[in-house]
């Protein structure tokens, strides 16, 4: 037993002989003996159980060997060659490494950033929720629903004008560019607001008027005085006639009508309005006074804000020339022209230099967006009179200006087809410079909600439009839930005549409507400051939140499906069908064999037989999101694709000839940050 049990040691222990200690072994003869040459290291391992038989221990490098035993075996082939081997392996892996990521950094695609990541959530503060019971929506009631806009999935909060002003033309006239209104709340309130929105990792962006002020603004009243640089801020002109008549300096005519001429008592001549005769232009060919408006711009970015939407830019600058405007009908007698429509606006609009100023405020703006995930927003809401024109606010390939000038096409279309539709979209999306980004509106505060518009039965599939064209969809408040404009009757006369804009849209600007209490749980006072509409008892956010079928719901669900879905989210759009009643469209990403294809009703039921128009589609294809709930998971056969009226169809398919790469469709395609997934390494990649 004692030899079985001999036998059983570990063979090196056993052959030098040595003791164990804390697991290092140590063989004693071994320190003196000279092993300086491979000759004398023993060239056998056979095991001899006979101890008398070995001549010499054999040799092993040991654990805690001192470093001349140590140098003695690392000179040996098999250890140097092997090291060796281990040193280039570990160079060559370090140099994949490298290239692998200077590859991945040069073939990565743009990401996209926060303002084109998800839907931008236009508010109109006076109309949303009141927190102190005067019945005017103000900062705090936004800030108490914030849970409602972070459950529609939006990035991107925009709330409209909330400056110091009379709030005549819906607040679009500053009393003072660095304070809030008192009836939306106080700066605090502000500050408080945008860091909770923050918080929930969601962005804010507000309405910046630089054209004018209100006349109460303190600038006007220096200006008016001569005082000092102000003297100057404001475009002022003889107008007093010998006799003392005064005749305005020419022809041009305001937005809202009439001279845009006003006379002033105090300074003695005629000051300049584009707008409303209470909302003088601000002289920008004075450099102090496009200095102001850098540190307008500058403040609010200093306080956190994510971006802006600038107004009315093409206003800002007016031919010094002051020639007449040419008139619409030459034969109309030029002492009867008051509309603004009666007029060319040659010399008030889009004047040589007016780009220069919003670039110039773009790159104040870029001062602020160095930091990672806080680039600065600019948008601009000037709507030229051709789609040319307005494209130029996208700038050039080495200038850049907004991010995108707002899309009006959608809020502008007449008729509502599956023609009229595709019209609207294409126009966008042929003329916009190329890798530009677009975006879409359907509702805003001076557009009849889409309900009134076009009936409520196309509410749902209009906003499934919205959310799967390529680019940023812009929803006013209010639209998710499906709101009608208020009846024109219910509108008081006081807020009409209160306004400066006689066609002052009040109708699209009722409260909104969060549940069935009284005021539609807009305010807790007496009554709000427009009436809500009638039909909030059943058109309301809270009771749609409990309807699976609800247009709050499908909201939802198509926001979700545009964040979750990378065709849908970035990809390619490809027109491939329209008439009176359907407009047809698939998004797809180069890479992926998924596809989604839209079939959209904006007319009458209608059965169209797609495989027809693209003949490599599936036979059948499953309705991934339907505006009908009912109707999701189904599958369809291509040949008959049937819609009621109003139904919107997400169809999901797969497919390894994708309609973009198809001759017949490439006209009809197109796609802004291309980009390209790969499965095997779930990424996504520029060239290819
Ligand atoms: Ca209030
Ligand atoms: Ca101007």
């Known amino acids: 037993m004692v030899d079985e049990e001999a036998k059983s040691l570990p063979m090196e222990l056993s052959e030098k002989g040595g003791v164990e200690n804390n697991g290092f072994v140590q063989n004693e003869a071994f320190d003196d003996r000279e092993t300086d040459s491979q000759d004398e290291i023993p060239k056998t391992c056979a095991v001899d159980m006979n101890p008398a038989a070995v001549a010499e221990p054999a040799l092993q490098p040991y654990a805690g060997m001192p470093k001349e035993v140590l140098l003695k075996f690392s000179s040996q082939a098999r250890y140097r060659v092997t090291r060796e081997i281990l040193f280039w392996l570990i ?68 709330i409209t004008s909330f400056y110091k002003s009379p709030l005549k033309d819906s607040g679009y006239g500053a009393e003072d560019f660095y304070d809030v209104d008192p009836m939306f709340g106080s700066m605090s309130d502000f500050e408080t607001l945008l860091a909770s929105i923050h918080d929930r990792g969601l962005k804010v962006i507000m309405d910046f008027v630089p054209n004018h002020t209100s006349d109460r603004h303190q600038w006007f009243q220096l200006s008016r005085n001569r005082t000092g640089k102000y003297s100057d801020y404001y475009i002022w002109q003889d107008c007093t006639q010998p006799g003392a008549a005064i005749a305005a300096p020419n022809n041009w005519v305001s937005v809202y009508g009439n001279s845009s001429w006003q006379y002033d008592d105090v300074r003695k001549q005629c000051y300049f309005h584009q707008f409303g005769k209470e909302q003088p232009d601000l002289n920008f060919r004075n450099l102090a006074v496009q200095q102001e408006m850098h540190d307008v711009i500058k403040f609010w970015l200093g306080k956190g804000v994510d971006g802006f939407n600038f107004v009315a830019v093409k206003f800002l600058l007016e031919a010094t020339h002051l020639r007449d405007e040419p008139q619409v009908n030459k034969s109309q007698n030029p002492e009867s022209i008051a509309a603004y429509s009666e007029l060319y606006h040659d010399y008030t609009t889009t004047q040589v230099g007016m780009h220069d100023l919003v670039r110039s405020f773009r790159q104040t703006m870029d001062q602020y967006s160095s930091e990672p995930g806080r680039y600065r927003f600019m948008g601009s809401d000037s709507e030229e009179k051709d789609i040319e024109a307005t494209m130029m606010y996208y700038g050039t390939t080495f200038v850049q200006e907004a991010d995108f000038p707002l899309n009006f096409q959608l809020i502008n279309m007449k008729n509502l087809s599956g023609n009229s539709v595709f019209e609207a979209v294409n126009v966008w999306m042929k003329n916009m410079p190329e890798g530009k980004w677009p975006n879409w509106a359907v509702g805003s505060p001076d557009t009849a909600r889409i309900s009134s518009r076009f009936g409520n039965k196309y509410v749902n599939v209009i906003n499934m439009l919205l959310l799967t064209l390529p680019g940023t969809p812009i929803t006013y408040y209010g639209e998710e839930i499906g709101m009608e404009n208020l009846a024109s009757e219910n509108v008081s006369e006081e807020y009409i005549n209160s306004d400066l804009n006689s066609k002052a849209t009040f109708a699209e600007k009722s409260p909104m409507q969060w549940n069935g209490e009284a005021n539609a749980g807009f305010t807790k006072g007496n009554s709000s400051w427009l009436p809500v509409n009638s039909d909030y008892q059943s058109v309301n956010a809270e009771v749609q939140m409990t309807q699976s079928n609800s247009t709050l719901n499908l909201y939802r669900e198509l926001s979700l499906l545009r964040s979750n879905e990378l065709p849908i989210h970035r990809g390619w759009m490809c027109s491939i069908w329209n008439d009176s009643d359907v407009f047809v469209y698939v998004r797809e990403l180069d890479g992926l064999d998924n596809v989604f294809l839209m079939v959209l009703n904006f007319g009458q039921e209608s059965t169209i037989d797609l495989k027809a128009i ?67 390494f779930n990424l996504l990649y520029v060239n290819c």
């Open 91 to 158: 160079i060559a892996a370090a140099v994949l490494l490298v290239s692998a990521t200077i590859a991945i950094i040069a073939l990565s695609p743009k990401c996209l950033d926060w303002w084109q990541d998800g839907p931008v959530y236009q508010l109109y503060p006076r109309s949303f929720k009141d927190s102190d019971m005067d019945g005017n929506g103000d900062l705090k009631g936004i800030q108490e629903k914030l849970d409602h806009i972070v459950n529609l999935n939006v990035k991107t909060i925009w």
């Open 614 to 680: 693209v003949p490599n589609l599936p036979s059948e294809a499953v309705i991934r999101l339907s505006t009908d709930f009912r109707n999701t998971g189904k599958a369809v056969d291509t040949k008959r694709i049937k819609t009621e009226v109003g139904e919107g169809l997400v169809f999901e398919y797969k497919t390894n000839k994708p309609v973009h790469t198809m001759e017949a469709f490439r006209e009809n395609c197109f796609v802004s940050e291309k980009a390209c997934y790969s499965s095997a």
